[in-house]
């Protein structure tokens, strides 16, 4: 007894002095004279127990009890610190629900002022209307707003600055393109990658807007004209896009645009991808920090910030930073109505991952619909993409350490669509502007919940119908937790998605509503929980997690560690004992549930090579050992239905018209050189026109706009007019590829618009 409190507290101690070897965690404070105090009752008992007949009976046994308070002392202090962290989380998140309740109440969910508390009608009528329309569906070719879209538009023509939460795919770029075409003189447009850059000059050329980016890459020709447009007002010049670094670092080129300004053409300015002039966005760009000089300089000019995702405190931010307090503000929902999520039980053989992966997109996607593939790492990426490739699917890696060209390259052919997948890891991101992505697979999970909705969200950015299928095992989160556990709230964000992924019966959808502080809405069956009513029980193991939580500490007070996997195989062993024995994969979930609960923790050990991760006693373990807590695992009664969006409700199959268009959009996108087929015509567009089937110009005008019908009008109706179920055949199978699936049917969901008809 004696020799078991000096090894626990020899243990204890260790962990409190690990400073020493670079282990100490955050918080690990040493209680100033304790260390001194603990040193000699150590000594004392050291002393005690080599020399029993020296020290009287009395004082070991104060010793003995004195070291026992200290041991109980530092449990508790274990889980007061557990506690204090829960509720900072607590009261963070009670900030943000109360800060959105107070937006709801002011403005019924609706757009809101920042300055003001009364709510200003951005819907209008306004003097500019006709016009708008007329831009909107005339040289954009879009039939109708989106939500906010118009009030946005309003906002900014009637001169005010904006603030503009608004979903990936939501449509933010016609927010400010549409009044940059109204309004006289250049716009301003700020964002934070290349690629992304020339994706929108190119695609507004398509549109014949004079659209023009400074950049490293911007010929000394372009630059001159885009300077004598600034300074003198010669030449068409209606969109200027630049790189943040232009106006941090330019001074030739802020000496211009103060030329401009002065001379009133200076007609709006934009900051796209917004979020990444805080600290506390997921995309942090020194550069972008310096942006709040534009509305020092040019007070009068409208401003408008743009990002996807802002939690209140990145809003907060943003407005700061960016010199805008009286801004209004359009907070759109998170929610991607089109987008199907659903996670699958990942198999710890690799081959079997990846044949799932092919037969899904074989069987859902025949005829080359894009899609992404996440990976964690470079090698898998590589791996993954040949192993694809091996099964007949188009596919290729993108990750960072490619040379730049051969990266551009991959990304410039899945973009054409002349390559399906794109297997890539995280350097993946911020610039794929393709909205016709049909699915996002992640081969592992996403290290936060941010994260995985920022990649997920790249599907279905044309509001069609799309899926997001997460593989899931649990060894995949030590591999994750060893890279994030340095980052602020690295793990407990790691941690959300894994609770995420391990639930069996709550709703995909409702999890992003929590993590986004909005209120819940109606998933509508569009994620696998609400879709298939899965037999789902929950079994009790507070047998085997007290086994577990006492085995740990076994090992710890012999200064053993054990990796996730090491405690598998000892719990393998040991649950022996308990007669009901858990399969490996539910021994895997009980870990993974007592680490989010905070029975067990995470450890981290750094080697020359890499850093491993640990399973340890957690802060409130004792609640485990005590039987104060039981501990339930959801388990499968029944295999689980593969089915995705296929299997949901309200199908209805695409015809060969549709399969036809594809193909000229793809055609026309090649001889004109430079654009992509979505430029040509949308997905939207083309489902459009083969439900409506538009028989004269006219009546074509009305589906796709002017310019798009002086552009490409001819060749469509033709198509239209040739196009015959009886003297076509639907050939959907007729490339080889197509034909090889051709025994799958392509199958989509009807979804409700939320367009803003207007
Ligand atoms: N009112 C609309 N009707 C139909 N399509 C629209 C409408 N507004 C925008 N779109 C289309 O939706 C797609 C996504 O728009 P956009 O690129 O502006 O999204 P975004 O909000 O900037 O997304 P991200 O955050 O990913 O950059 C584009 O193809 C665009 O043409
Ligand atoms: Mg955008």
Redesign the pocket.
Known sequence: MQLLTLRKIMTWRRKGNSQFDGEREEGDDDDGGGGRVWLSLVGCLCFALVRPNTVPMENKEILLELLNIEVEIQDVQDQIRALVERQDKLHERKSELSAILEACKESGNEANSVASTTVENWSGPFPWDSEADDVRLNIFG?????AN?REIINAIMSGRDVLVI?????????CYQLPAVLRDGIALVVSPLLSLIQDQVMGLSALSIPAYMLTSTTSKENEKFIYKALEKGEGELKILYVTPEKISKSKRFMSKLEKCHHAGRLSLISID?AHCCSQWGHDFRPDYKNLGILKTQFPNVPMIA?T?TATQRVQNDLIEMLHIPRSVKFVSTVNRPNLFYMVREKSSVGKVVIDEIAEFIEESYPNNESGIVYCFSRKECEQVAKELRERGISADYYHADMDVNAREKVHMRWSNSKLQVIVGTVAFGMGI?K?DVRFVIHHSLSKSMETYYQES??AG???LPSECLLYFRPADVPRQSSMVFYENSGLQNLYDIVQYCQSKKQCRRSAFFRHFAEPLQECNGMCDSCAFSNEVKEVDVSGHAKLMVSLLQDMQANDQRSTMLQLVDKMKIKQKELGSELKREEIEQLILHLLLERFLKEEFQHTPYSTNAYITVGPLARQILQGKKSVKLEVYTEQRTKGGIRSAKRCLGSSGLELKLDELRKEVSSFHGGIFP?AVL?T?QISLLSSQKPNSLEQLEKVIGKLKTKKYGNRILELIENYSDSKLPDKQGTDGRAAKRSKTKKTLVLIESS?DEG
């Open positions: 879009i039939s109708s707003y989106r879209q608004m979903a990936a795919g939501g449509g933010k770029s016609l991808e743009l996807a502007n909205p969200g790249r950015r044309d509001g979505h949308s939207e367009e």
